[in-house]
């Protein structure tokens, strides 16, 4: 079992920037790989980045370019860098975590926290 607990969120103007974290306990956190998705009322999870156990990276089209993704498994976190906000970056950010591989779906993942909400205002 993954616990996985999210902060960072808040409220920005468009144009700033935020640094979102997901602390992971229960497993040997880098054997696993981490996504972070996200999710506006009505609308289906949304895939923003993953890094794997080797730490290969993938992200979203929409966020390439200015958010980055890293983590550091002494300190069980991964970590979501954005910069550049956008209005349309509003929604409730979510971390997850699956055993292993290179994950794109949010069906994929096994385990997710709480998330944390981003609002950025125009």
């Known amino acids: 079992q993954v616990q996985l607990v999210e902060s960072g969120g808040g409220l920005v103007q468009a144009g700033g920037s935020l640094r979102l974290s997901c602390a992971a306990s229960g497993r040997t956190f880098s054997n696993y790989a981490m996504g972070w998705f996200r999710q506006v009322p009505g609308k289906e999870r949304e895939f923003v980045a993953t890094i794997s156990w080797g730490s290969n990276i993938h992200y979203a089209d929409s966020v390439k370019g200015r958010f980055t993704i890293s983590r550091d498994n002494a300190k069980n976190t991964v970590y979501l860098g954005m910069t550049r906000l956008k209005p349309e970056d509003t929604a409730v950010y979510y971390c997850?975590?699956?055993?292993?591989?290179?994950?794109?779906?949010?069906?994929?993942?096994?385990?997710w926290g709480q998330g944390t909400q981003v609002t950025v205002s125009s």
């Open positions: 997850a975590a699956r055993y292993s591989g290179t994950y794109y779906l949010p069906n994929e993942y096994d385990y």
